[in-house]
């Protein structure tokens, strides 16, 4: 009776061992599926501290893709006012050109040719309606982006462009790709703004190669 008694209690025993094995292995999965959850939470939160990149970006201006040479284009004349000192970089307007974005009404439209091939275009607009409807359908095709004093500094820094298409703006947005850059800015005290795309590659083979002259 007392062996089988002693059998008893130790079968109790090893029964209440596995149930606490099996508590432990499912609080330590827990954990580990919450450690994971929480990991996963700061890259999103470091992830949305920086510019975003644009969602469906563009490979150029309207049916003018980045890198097209100028004599295959016909309708391009050079602008009166030069926009940059680079004789390497030459400014055009478009014949027939249409002044509007979506319900946006534009002021001007240039196109930078950099060594005969196209980088970039160069928006004017006017007016704080002009601006929230740009900015709006801006953000519903590339997303929300960082706004930050910070941001405007880097790109401050960035702007070896002439004139500095945040100069004068109170408001700033940028969206950085692989093919394109856009920056929109805005003053509300001039009633004044910019949107400027250029294509990245273009861009960076611009900027080495100023540095390149520089030295």
């Not at 510019?51 to 009166?80: H, V």
């Not at 880097?154 to 692989?178: L, N, Q, V």
């Not at 800015?185 to 795309?197: A, E, N, P, Q, V």
């Not at 273009?202 to 540095?211: G, H, N, T, V």
Request: glycine content about 6%; hydrophobic content about 35%; aromatic content about 12%.
């Amino acid at each position: 009776m007392i062996i089988d008694g002693s059998a008893t209690i130790t079968g109790s025993s090893n029964s209440t061992r596995v149930k606490m094995i099996k508590l432990k292995v499912r609080a330590t999965g827990k954990v580990k599926i919450l450690a994971i959850v929480f990991t996963i939470f700061l890259i999103g939160c470091f992830a949305s501290a920086r510019p975003s990149k644009p969602r469906s970006e563009p490979d150029g201006f309207r049916d003018i893709k980045w890198g097209t040479e100028i004599s295959t284009l016909k309708d391009m004349e050079k602008a009166e006012q030069d926009k940059s000192p680079d004789n390497a970089l030459v400014w055009y307007t478009r014949k027939g050109d249409i002044f509007a974005m979506g319900k946006a009404n534009l002021e001007n439209i240039f196109y930078s040719f950099w060594m005969g091939y196209f980088e970039s275009v160069w928006i004017d607009f006017k007016g704080d309606e002009n601006f929230e409807t740009l900015k709006k359908e801006l953000f519903e095709q590339f997303g929300k982006v960082l706004e930050s004093e910070e941001l405007m500094r880097k790109m401050d820094r960035r702007a070896w462009r002439e004139p500095s298409t945040i100069k004068h703006a109170e408001e700033f947005y940028a969206w950085w790709g692989k093919k394109s850059e856009i920056t929109l800015s805005y003053s509300r005290d001039r009633h004044k703004g910019t949107l400027y795309i250029d294509s990245t590659v273009i861009s960076e083979e611009r900027r080495a190669y100023e540095k390149q002259k520089g030295k």
